[in-house]
Nanobody, 116 residues
Framework: QVQLVESGGGLVQPGRSLRLSCAAS????????MSWYRQAPGKERELVAV????????KYGDSMKGRFTISRDNANDTVFLQMNSLKFEDTAVYYC?????????WGQGTQVTVSS
């Protein structure tokens, strides 16, 4: 059974940093591309970042470039999202996503709120 469990969200002031984690299980993690998406209230879910199976390639949404970094620990089946210089508009629920050969899977999401 595929499981994706996010953690690390919370309330943070503008300009500060936060690191999200997604613990994966139930599939061959090291070869799977992993993604982070986010959804703000009243908005569509958008891509934040993608990392290839063995971490060689990353891709970011335009508004995250230079501030967010996606990485992975294949030994512990975990993908991370380091978020720096957070802005009010980064407030959203952040989801971990795995597109696998046998299906697409989402985590339950973790809330990130940027507020002064």
């Amino acid at each position: 059974q595929v499981q994706l469990v996010e953690s690390g969200g919370g309330l943070v002031q503008p300009g500060r940093s936060l690191r999200l984690s997604c613990a994966a299980s139930g599939f061959s993690f090291s070869s799977a591309a992993m993604s982070w998406y986010r959804q703000a209230p009243g908005k569509e879910r958008e891509l934040v970042a993608v990392i290839s199976g063995f971490g060689g390639t990353t891709k970011y949404g335009d508004s995250m470039k230079g501030r967010f970094t996606i990485s992975r620990d294949n030994a512990n089946d975990t993908v991370f999202l380091q978020m720096n210089s957070l802005k009010f508009e980064d407030t959203a629920v952040y989801y971990c996503y795995a597109q696998l050969s046998f299906g697409n899977y989402w985590g339950q999401g973790t809330q990130v709120t940027v507020s002064s």
